[in-house]
């Protein structure tokens, strides 16, 4: 018998109605992600990145081909895989313990005790380096740092599967550097698997463990797979240099400009 | 109850300074031989609080002088048809300085004319909060029940306050409950559109994160949709609050009975020009307070921490 799959996504399509009529987003994406696994999906804007990261969020329902995360059928939204948004989603009104905290309280309202919830809470704002704002309020943090506390919730949530929406498009280079060393970090010691999305090569060769590179939409599917070996932990300077790590990204940058240039370039 | 009339008075002085803050002062180091420090900075701070102040009201007081002295001038002439400030005081000193002067039937002070506009105001008020918020988090929820619903109260909403009253009066036979309807139905629409408003515009982030964390209608009744939609329903708040105030001074005028717009209409009636000028500076002031005093709600509200640890 085969060994349970961790994820698998097989035969995912999505096709919208829209007023122009039907418009398929999504082909044919097969993919198997192995527990522990650091996933980065690239591509150009509009080749569905979003919607295959939805579908595994359960956000977004396919319409053909199923979802499955530990041999279970992934068909509504749940905490086991916690999403971390791009513009970070933290509830202006609530403070930044109180923004964890609901997560907490509603994932572990029947297994931890309060005492045991305000500790987790605490914890997970720890790992990201909050600890010193927790009565802050979203507006008075910066954009980095809201960052770090959508991190901690979703961290909090013990999910799965971690899946981010390009976490640090929003931010400058310096402090995306600093949050990028967090997340490895993180996914150091927690050894979650994790499905990013991002438009940033470097990105995506410095944290994952496989990239996997979509055509251009409409009707995207997976174009190549690309496995990263580099040796952990990565250090961001002596990788600059790394033969291993320039023809990754090498291989990256071929396929987004060269095989898949973005449509609107191709048609200027 | 006489509370009720003084409170209002009184929150328009607090809500002064609570507007104006204070211009930071600098305090350059203190020189040898000079006061204390902590008493010049607190010197300091004084003054510029009370520069700040200064310079928040007088352009007031200075415009409001001004156009009093117009109005003197140009209502001193012989013939003119409307009293002059200072004959206006001299008229209504009594109706002034005794606000809570009861005499018979409806002659009474206008402390206790106000406060009688001000209870149908509260209860009306009060049901078309109740009402509209509801209505409104159900039509803003539910697809259906919002096309059902908007169209019609697109068009109920255009209906003036006033010609709701005939239809109240024949429905509830009685003046004091038509009243409360008509500031039922002026202040109900406003908070009902500005909550489905809010509600539309609750962030699709904000959804998802509710489904991700799987929260229950209840949950996601009180932890997100209400927290997100309290700015909106405070503009309608706001909006209804000025509604009903201007309604139920028209509504009066037309039902009779103790209350402020029944005291104008009667003053007209007797020709007594003055009472009617004293008459709407308080309602106006009235009008003022029930505004702030909605705005100044919101704002804490808004600003209240929402959970406690």
Redesign the interface.
């Known amino acids: 018998m085969l060994p349970l799959k961790h994820l698998s996504l097989e035969g995912i399509g999505v096709t919208f109605q829209t007023k122009a009529g039907a418009f398929t987003a999504l082909r044919d994406v097969n993919l198997t992600i192995d527990q522990g696994q650091f996933v980065a999906i690239i591509g150009h804007s509009g080749c569905g990145k979003s919607t295959l990261l939805n579908i595994v969020a359960g956000l977004v329902e396919s319409t053909v081909g199923a979802t499955l995360l530990d041999g279970k059928v992934v068909d509504a939204p749940g905490a086991e895989r916690a999403v971390i948004f791009q513009d970070h989603s933290l509830l202006p009104w609530l403070t930044v313990y109180d923004n964890v905290k609901l997560a907490v309280d509603k994932v572990f309202a029947k297994t931890k005790t309060k005492a045991e919830r305000h500790a987790w809470t605490l914890h997970n704002l720890e790992l990201v380096h909050m600890s010193h704002a927790l009565d802050k309020r979203p507006s008075e943090i910066s954009g980095g740092m809201k960052q770090r506390v959508g991190i901690a919730r979703a961290l909090a949530m013990q999910p799965r599967v971690l899946l981010m929406d390009e976490p640090f498009g929003a931010l400058d280079a310096l402090t995306r550097a600093t949050l990028q060393e967090t997340v490895m970090e993180i996914h150091a010691t927690l050894k979650n698997t994790v499905i990013m999305i991002t438009h940033d090569v470097d990105e995506a060769v410095l944290l994952s463990d496989r990239i996997i590179m979509m055509t251009n939409g409409p009707a995207a599917t997976i174009g190549e797979d690309l496995a990263i070996t580099l040796p952990r932990p990565r250090k961001r300077l002596e990788l600059a240099h790394d033969p291993a790590y320039m023809t990754a990204r090498a291989d990256v940058l071929r396929f987004l400009y060269d095989r898949f240039r973005h449509p609107e370039d191709q048609a200027a | 109850m006489n509370k009720l009339a003084v409170d209002p008075v009184g929150s328009v002085e607090i809500d002064v300074p609570a507007q104006s803050t204070p211009a930071p002062v600098v305090v350059p180091a203190a020189p040898v031989g000079a006061p204390p420090k902590s008493l010049v900075s607190s010197l300091k701070l004084i003054a510029g609080h009370a520069r700040v102040m200064m310079d928040n009201t007088l352009p007031t007081v200075v415009m409001l002088a001004l156009l009093l002295g117009i109005w003197q001038i140009a209502c001193s002439q012989p013939g003119a048809s409307l009293p002059p400030p200072l004959k206006v005081f001299a008229d209504t000193q009594d109706l002034i300085f005794h606000p809570f002067f009861e005499g018979n039937g409806t002659d009474k002070g206008l402390g206790w004319q106000l406060i009688a506009s001000l209870k149908r105001v509260a209860i009306g008020f009060s049901l078309a909060t109740v009402v509209g918020v509801a209505l409104g988090v159900l039509i803003g929820q539910s697809k259906f029940a919002y096309r059902a619903l908007d169209p019609i109260f697109q068009v109920l909403r255009m209906v003036p306050p006033l010609a709701w009253l005939p239809i109240s009066l024949a429905a509830f036979q009685k003046a004091d409950p038509s009243a409360i309807f008509v500031i039922f139905i002026t202040a109900v629409w406003p908070i009902l559109l500005n909550t489905v408003v809010g509600v539309h515009n609750i962030?699709q982030?904000?959804r998802?994160?509710a489904?991700?964390?799987?929260?229950s209608g209840p949950?996601y009744f009180f932890?997100?949709m209400l927290?997100?939609t309290v700015p909106y329903m405070f503009t309608g708040l706001r909006i209804g609050i000025g509604m009903s105030w201007i309604a139920i001074i028209a509504a009066e005028t037309l039902i009779g009975g103790v209350g402020i717009g029944f005291f104008i209409w009667d003053a007209w009636n007797s020709s007594l020009l003055s009472e009617i000028i004293i008459a709407l500076v308080y309602v106006g002031l009235v009008g003022f307070v029930l505004d702030r005093l909605i705005a100044t709600a919101g704002r804490m509200i808004?600003r209240s921490?929402?959970?406690g640890?």
Do not use: S
Not at chain 2, 211 to 215: F, G
């Open positions: 962030p982030n904000y998802n994160i489904r991700v964390l799987q929260l949950e932890k997100i927290p997100a808004a921490p929402d959970t640890r």
